[in-house]
């Protein structure tokens, strides 16, 4: 059955048609991912399905009867006065009034003769209300709104703050907490997880998938699409400039691969028309005066008649090609008791400690992908390892022929006073303007585009500025903070496919998770413990396998016996054909020895580690447990070198 529909749906704003002559349905229970290239036209779509706007042309929208719509904007309003608790509670609208009915029966009672008659017909009432209040769910709100308020990522001391005290991206997680609580028949939700971090995403992944209603949904965020939805709509403009709106079944991966076929069709049948046209138009040309006149006559009215197919119309979409240049050495990355954190700017106060990262070691060809919560030190680990910021302790080591590719966040490397084409140009000194250009068409930008101000530039087009400087750097080992922001699908899929052609080395910071698990070949995970303190972790394996390990741990009890991590190897008693008892023994001896010195020493180092964690701004006794810690570590693998001897 269907739960609404769209039939001619069409919007224009002045001259400038946006789309016309949609139409669409929305069976109960599909979950719709709205996609399409920024400025196509989904929200407004969003909107008028969500009654906000209205169709032009005679088009319109219909819902079935006691259909409810949900719609969560991508902005907020300012003005309300209501807590978040109460925003939150205000979903509940029928129950609140049966709760005030029941409040004022209760206030009534306390007024009465308890053995009146007109008490008895109000403990009857009571009691009537009472028992509809609890069959409806009266008393189990206050536990759902904490639920969905807390998935969504407020903490306890956010729920009674003001609307109007939040900021913008609060408040619309506060607007789409009351939708959650809602239910309505048909959610319509844009851009929901623009305003939260991975845990607030994988929160409402799960809540969504349990979800019984429709849901249409505009998301930049290819791996919820793939979690979340079954259907996709994808809106775009043909070469006619004709608004059209095709429909696939699937999540976002099914319908990236049916796209493709679907193209590869059409170009096949338009081709194989266009053929076809070519030999009737030559036996038309060399037959209309000839003999088998009839017969060319005959064909010349049937291929006037012909409906010719229109050649599939190709995206433009940004062109992009990573070059690594000269071949790096295969120890790319390294660092040892390395503290990553910032000196405060006035030189005199003590540095600001984000984290120590435990040892690492990244090869030639790897790709590794930083993650975790926003505020544990990722973008400045990344500004580490560029040299764009000194460690506060340990080393950071870069490989021999090593070249490095930073693209920063928010393209904050970029000269705001430079146009589009002073920017290119800047990244190499040999680049002619004519080349330049042609890069930026490449890039998208076209005409006048080359002349914008950086400063004027959209985030998204920014990202383009500053991906296009860093296809010319020639750079074999990249550095990539959040470089999906501000891109819409297609340009984050062409970004995606030139990543993994890549030959070079990576290591990216990202929340964009199919990004990740497209990429990615180990994961380096900060994550903040009950403590406060930031750690780092290593996982070797993709995305999708961490996940499932994190999720099976979670399902199991927890041990009482704690560890950093640190595994040791199964050693067993060595025995060596033709070596006499006596020195069987001194050996077995001195193997205990160091197996117990080995384990002493990683005990040291781990101390070492959480003493630097718990250091705070004490500079002065970081760089002295930096220094015991190396020296540690120098200790350590002389200890190994002499066990594998021995052994």
């Known amino acids: 059955m269907s739960l609404l529909s769209g039939v001619n749906v069409s919007k224009s704003f002045g001259a400038f048609d946006v789309f016309t002559g949609l139409s669409f349905s929305v069976a109960r229970g599909d979950k719709i991912a709205l996609v399409g290239p920024n400025g196509c036209g989904k929200t407004t779509l969003l909107r008028i399905i969500a009654g906000e706007d209205e169709s032009d042309a005679g088009g319109r929208v219909h819902i079935a009867r006691g259909v409810t719509l949900g719609y969560l904007a991508q902005s907020a309003e300012e003005s309300d006065e209501r807590t978040v608790w109460q925003l939150a509670h205000s979903a509940f609208d029928e129950l609140n009034a049966l709760q005030a009915r029941l409040a004022q029966i209760e206030r009534a009672l306390a007024q009465v003769d308890g053995s009146s008659d007109r008490s008895s017909r109000l403990l009857e009432t009571y009691g009537a209300l009472q028992h509809e209040f609890e069959l409806k769910g009266g008393y189990e709100i206050e536990p759902k709104i904490k639920r ?40 319509l939700l844009d851009e929901p997880t623009n305003h939260l971090d991975q845990q607030g995403i994988e929160w409402l992944e799960g809540y969504l998938q349990e979800w019984d209603g429709a849901l249409i949904v505009v998301s930049h965020d290819r791996y919820f699409l793939d979690e979340v939805c079954d259907r996709v709509w994808e809106m775009g403009k043909r070469a006619d400039g004709q608004a059209y709106l095709e429909f696939y079944r699937g999540g976002y991966t099914e319908y990236a691969q049916q796209r493709a076929e679907r193209r590869e069709r059409a170009l096949a049948e338009y081709e194989a028309q266009r053929e076809f046209i070519k030999k009737q138009e030559e036996y038309i040309r060399r037959n209309i005066a000839g003999q088998n006149t009839a017969q060319a006559k005959g064909r010349l009215r049937r291929l006037n008649r012909l409906e010719r197919l229109e050649k599939p119309v190709q995206q433009r979409v940004l062109s992009l090609r990573l070059h690594s240049g000269a071949r790096s050495g295969d120890r790319v990355l390294e660092t040892r008791a390395l503290c990553v954190g910032y000196r405060a700017e006035d030189g005199r106060s003590a540095p600001r400690i984000l984290f120590t990262a435990p040892d690492v070691l990244l090869m030639r060809g ?23 910021l000194p460690p506060l302790a340990g080393e950071v080591k870069i490989g021999a022929g090593v070249r490095i590719g930073y693209f920063a966040q928010a ?63 020639g750079a074999n080992f990249l550095l990539l903070d959040e470089p999906t922001n501000h891109l819409d699908i297609p ?44 750690r780092m972790s290593i996982f070797e394996g993709p995305y999708d396998e961490w996940r499932e390990a994190r999720d099976a741990a979670a399902t199991l009890p927890k041990d009482d016996e704690k560890t950093n991590g640190v595994q040791h190897a199964q050693r067993a008693t060595v025995i060596t054909p033709g070596m006499s008892k006596n020195a069987q ?26 003493q630097m964690e718990q250091a705070g701004n004490d500079f002065a006794r970081i ?25």
Not at 458 to 466: F, I, K, L, N, T
Not at 585 to 610: H, V
Not at 624 to 634: I, K, P, S, V
């Open 585 to 610: 023994q001194q050996r077995q001896a001195k193997l205990a020895a160091l197996e117990q010195r080995i384990q002493s020493l990683e005990a040291q180092m781990e101390t070492l580690t959480r």
């Open 366 to 388: 790897e790709r590794a992908a930083l993650i975790g919560p926003n505020g544990t030190g990722k973008t400045t680990f990344l500004k580490t390892i560029a040299g764009e």
């Open 411 to 473: 393209s904050e490397g970029l000269n705001p006073d430079n146009t589009v084409l002073e920017e290119l140009m800047s990244a190499r000194a040999d680049l002619k303007v004519g080349e330049a250009r042609d890069i930026l068409g490449r890039f998208l930008f076209s005409g006048d585009d080359h002349f914008k101000r950086i400063a004027a530039l959209s985030g998204g087009e920014r990202g383009r500025v500053a991906l296009a400087k860093l296809a010319l750097q």
């Open 491 to 534: 340009s984050q899929e062409a970004l995606t496919e030139a990543l993994q052609q890549f030959d070079g080395t990576l290591l990216f910071v990202s929340h964009d998770r199919y990004l990740i698990a497209a990429l990615a070949t180990q994961l380096w995970i900060l994550d903040r413990g009950a403590d406060g303190a930031v």
């Open 148 to 187: 969905v308020l807390l998935g969504l990522g407020f903490a306890e001391t956010d729920l009674h703050k003001p609307i109007a005290a939040l900021s913008g991206g609060q408040r619309v997680r506060a607007n789409l907490a009351r939708l959650l609580l809602q239910s309505p028949g048909v959610l």
């Open 623 to 647: 760089q002295a447990l930096g220094e015991a810690y190396r020296q540690a570590e120098r200790e350590l693998a002389e200890a190994w070198a002499e066990f594998e001897a021995l052994a």
